[in-house]
């Protein structure tokens, strides 16, 4: 079978999409953190800063992305769907790009085990922050972005 290039379409995410939204990022909640609190998605979404990919009646993937000192940070990325992550860096480098920004970064803790797919996805500035995050350690993934 010939392989395909179909990208899955990222889109902003409504205000309707804030409990699916929260759902997704229920996996990274920690005893410390919930980074799926309903308040703080429905912020990120009202500042149009969450962008979704949508399945059959369900949210896929999404990703919510912050402007910091002429950076973009990936604050949260999350995806249930093959090439799903990749797709949400690359609109993000897309995002970064349109705004004149030529670095994207985030912090992931190391308990999430997702150096292997930022590596894959060309960030190769790779740090280890010990005992960082209410004392777990995480860590800080960069990559520039070319023109
Ligand atoms: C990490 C995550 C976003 C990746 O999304 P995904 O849709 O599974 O990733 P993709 O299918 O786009 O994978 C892209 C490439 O990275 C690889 N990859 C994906 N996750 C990986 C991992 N955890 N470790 C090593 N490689 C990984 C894939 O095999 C693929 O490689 P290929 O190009 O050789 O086929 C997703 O697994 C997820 O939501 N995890 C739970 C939440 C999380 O950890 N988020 C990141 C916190 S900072």
Not at 21 to 50: A, M, P, R, W
Not at 85 to 98: H, I, T
Request: glycine share 8%.
């Amino acid at each position: 079978m010939a392989k395909t290039d179909e990208r899955h379409l990222v889109q902003s995410a409504l205000p309707t999409d804030n409990t699916a939204v929260s759902e997704l990022l229920q996996c990274l909640d920690t005893e410390n953190y919930k980074f799926s609190d309903i308040d703080g998605v429905t912020n990120h979404i009202d500042n149009n800063q969450c962008f979704v990919i949508r399945g059959d009646g369900e949210l896929l993937g999404v990703v919510i992305l912050d402007v910091d000192d002429q950076s973009l940070q990936v604050k949260y990325i999350v995806s249930k769907a093959k090439g799903g992550g990749r797709d949400l860096l690359r609109f993000s480098e897309e995002y970064a790009l349109d705004r004149n920004l030529l670095k994207i970064w985030c912090w992931s803790l190391v308990r999430y085990q997702a150096i292997g797919f930022y590596a894959k996805m060309g960030f190769t500035e790779q740090f280890l922050l010990k005992k960082q995050n209410y004392g777990e350690d995480c860590y800080i993934f960069g990559k520039v972005l070319q023109k």
